[in-house]
């Protein structure tokens, strides 16, 4: 591996802006927490999928490891940071509409956040994506983790997706049913990289998809999405329960539990906040008394939704 040799030529293929080294990544993601990565790069603007593409292969060639980072709202970066590249990708906008098989079909780059894809969708009377209006994160992000809430799931509307493959070819997955779970896709199990995704939308009426999306933001408010960081729930729902993970986190009384900064939202059971001095230590070790807690009571082993990534400390490491 030559990190020195990428330094050099990711400062030979990025602007000074879209480059750094030794970057923290806390201000890149939502829970505000996590030490720096060796290298972070965020093409912006024209060509930025290209140079996009031209980094991974960069990072490829000279042996680093790579992690994808698009709103950083599902991810608790270590304290320590990530060993390697972070490509970012939320300068990595661009959208376009077409007509296919007599309907409208966007085509959104990843690094397009959800909430612009809704904006750019009901300005042209096109509805479907506004269940998600509100919720933080690009759409690459939205596609891995298969995000779902009021009912619906980003696959629900997914058409294909355009990836490099883990040799860094470029193709196209159709969606497939079969490939999609409550909260899973297919890439999670592939290192591929997510470069847009294809929606297929239905004709509406822009005051409707407006005020759907308008309300879903408003609830998300209510409800204290926006108060304090965090990375939206903690843990997955196991329906096979009949009761959603927050509600078994209120009934054990576990609301404002807190470890230093990191605490249980004291008006939600299933997400955990950063008080603004909470370390990524702080919230995984929330997060695992939690678990324990619910795990003793009614001998239920909570999912977490929120990823630890970066470089934790050995004995926190999955085992291989
Ligand atoms: C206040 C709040 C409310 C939330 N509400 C919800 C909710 O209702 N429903 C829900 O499902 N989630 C919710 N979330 C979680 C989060 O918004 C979603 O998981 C979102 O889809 C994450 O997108 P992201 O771009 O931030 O991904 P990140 O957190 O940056 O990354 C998540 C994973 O996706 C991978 N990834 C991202 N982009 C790419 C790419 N282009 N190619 C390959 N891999 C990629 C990353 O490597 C990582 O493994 C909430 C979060 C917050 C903070």
Redesign the pocket.
Known sequence: MSFVKLKKRLSALLGPDECRFDEPMAPHT?FRVGGPADAWVRPAGPGSAERAAAALRAARDEGVPV?????????VVADAGIRGLVLE?TGCTAARFEERDGSVVLTAE?GLTVDDAVEACAALSLGGLEFLAG????V???V??N???YGRSISDLLVETEILDEDLNAATVPFAASDFDY?KSP?QTRP???VSASFRLEQGSEDVIRAAAAANRAD?DAKG??RLP????SFKNDYSIGKPTGKIVDELGLRGLAFGGAKVAPWHGNIIVNDGTASAADIRALADEVAARVRAAIGVDLEPEI?F?GDWPESRKPAP
């Open positions: 939502t992690f994808i980072l698009g709103g950083g709202a599902n991810v990708t990843a919720m933080p994160g690009t690459g992000g939205a891995w983790m995000a779902r809430c909260k890439f591929v990289f997510i998300r999405h926006y965090s990375a939206g729930s990823l990534v």
